[in-house]
């Protein structure tokens, strides 16, 4: 193996993996961290100051993603250029989530993204400035995506929140508890002055010739359309697992399963972060803390930070159950409408299958590039299946690093 | 920084992504998909593949997780 042994090695350069990454290295573990995208700070922190503040003691390899795990201890890593091993002797997954997309009429359409898929884009520098922007789904990224898309000279025609109001103030009667939480809340609003948010809404049909042109709303019996240039839709978060089922980690029902210490199933590999749940920063961050001193052997440090996690878990269950997915949006997808949109299986297709298996054998259904990441989340909520098993490669690779990936051993 | 998008030239600033000198070049086709339908960027962040291009002739890149640099040749809808 050419690559030396890393103490501790990190998956995921977003809160949890930086935090994780900065308490081991200064545990005095040698200590790197990987990551997919080309700069640290995940999507939460793309293009923001905060990553420099943890950026210390530790290496960062970026644009790499793991597409196999050869052996105990050893990852295969790939970038645009070489692929390579990694050894380590702890690991900790911080592979972050992804938005949820749900099917519906028109939702494959050029210009209709995600919410947090639209500011990514936006902050790598699509222009986004006078674009008449619909931002829909549920959660609370909603309101920061459209204060960041206002704030950037976008005309923000409405937020469509899926969930009712009675459950947003309560959600919102539960931020007493969460000062931080509840300023954050207020300084958005204050943000998004003039901009309708309407709860018990949500898109029904996205139009355009060959790219969106409008978006049909419903909220109670009324069904209206507006016209716009970009529809920036997504329907909360699900955990990137698929790393740590490749691993043989159990995963629990809101993701990796991790006990006190964020350790896994499985022996020295660790979780943090969103990839056990979702739970917003400030949870990624504690997390990624107890993780980086509990796999540096720091088992008192890391337990200094259970109360605050606990807290922090406490406001993660009351968002959960704030935006919980209303039973309408399983009717959504027509027979006609794409759910999986790299093999271009329609809804009619998949519900005639019994099952992930037989779908993925019998329509390609989540068999593409993609690997099911996009269709899973979609496919999980409207006909209740899992996807049980993942295996190498982890993406889309190239055949030499396949092919070389293992052989040293 | 200057990139060529279907042959057409694209001024983008520093630090941009391909996806973003796509649409600098007014395209918002980026593929097709396997039954023909027009695809353009859905997820941001890398993991739906919808956004990918042609890039200095390599097929299949996709645009939202790779930097714009000078003289880059982008080609859409390949």
């Known amino acids: 193996m050419t690559d030396p042994r890393f103490d501790v090695l990190v998956v995921g350069a977003g809160p949890a993996g930086l935090a994780a990454a900065r308490r081991a290295a200064e545990s005095g573990a040698r200590v790197a961290v990987l990551d997919d995208n080309p700069t640290p700070g995940g999507q939460i922190w793309r293009a923001r100051p905060e990553p420099a503040r943890w950026l210390s003691g530790y290496q960062v390899i970026l644009g790499a993603r793991v597409i196999a795990a050869p052996a105990a201890g050893c ?20 592979t972050g989530a992804r938005e949820r997309f749900l099917p519906f009429p028109g939702w494959t359409l050029p210009n209709v993204m995600g919410a947090g898929g639209l500011q990514a884009l936006a902050k790598s520098g699509l222009p986004i400035a006078g674009k008449r922007i619909v931002v829909a789904g549920s959660g609370p990224l909603l309101l920061a995506v459209a204060g960041y898309l206002r704030g950037h000279g976008a005309r923000v025609a ?17 931020l007493a508890a969460h000062p931080g939480k509840l300023r954050q809340a207020v300084e958005l609003r204050a943000r998004l002055l003039g901009v309708p948010y309407l709860t018990g809404c949500w898109p029904v049909s996205a139009q355009g010739a060959e790219r969106l042109e409008s978006v049909t709303l419903r909220r109670g019996a009324k069904n209206w359309t507006e016209p716009c240039d970009y529809l920036a839709c997504g329907f909360g978060l ?45 949870l990624a961050l504690v997390e990624g803390e107890i993780a980086g001193y509990a796999a540096a052997g720091r088992t008192r440090e890391a337990s200094s930070r259970f109360a605050l996690r606990q807290q922090h878990r406490r406001f993660a269950t009351a968002l959960e159950k704030a935006f919980a997915l209303r039973d309408e949006l399983r ?27 037989e779908a993925k054998l019998h329509t390609r259904c989540g068999m593409g590039p993609c690997q099911g990441r996009v269709c899973g989340g979609a496919v999980e909520f409207l006909m209740g299946w899992r996807s049980e098993s993942v295996r190498p490669p982890l993406y889309p690779a190239r055949v030499e690093s396949l092919a070389r990936s293992g052989q040293d051993r | 920084m200057k990139l060529l998008v279907n042959g057409k030239p694209v001024e983008a600033p520093a630090g941009s ?62």
């Open chain 1, 75 to 94: 990852l295969t890593v790939e970038t645009l250029q070489a692929d390579f091993e990694i050894g380590y002797r702890a690991l900790i997954l911080a």
């Open chain 1, 158 to 174: 409405l937020i469509a929140e899926q969930t009712e109001r009675a459950a947003l103030l309560r959600f919102g009667a539960s």
């Open chain 1, 331 to 357: 009717s959504l997808a027509a027979p006609e409408t794409l759910v999986c949109r790299c093999e271009d299986v329609s809804y009619a297709r998949i519900r005639a299958c019994s099952g992930w298996r």
């Open chain 2, 17 to 78: 992504m391909v996806s973003a000198a796509v649409a600098l070049a007014g395209a918002w086709l980026y593929r097709r998909s396997v039954t023909g339908e027009p695809r353009g960027p859905l997820c941001g962040m890398g993991i739906c593949f919808e956004c990918r291009v042609t890039i200095g002739g390599k097929p299949h890149q996709r645009s939202c997780q790779i930097p714009c640099a000078e003289g880059m040749e982008v080609r859409t809808d390949e």
């Open chain 1, 238 to 282: 699900i955990p990137n697992t698929e790393l740590a089922e490749m691993l043989g980690c159990r995963i629990g029902a809101s993701g990796v399963a991790v006990d006190d210490d964020q350790r896994t199933s499985v022996p020295a590999i660790f979780s943090a972060g969103e990839a056990t749940g979702i739970g917003g920063l400030d």
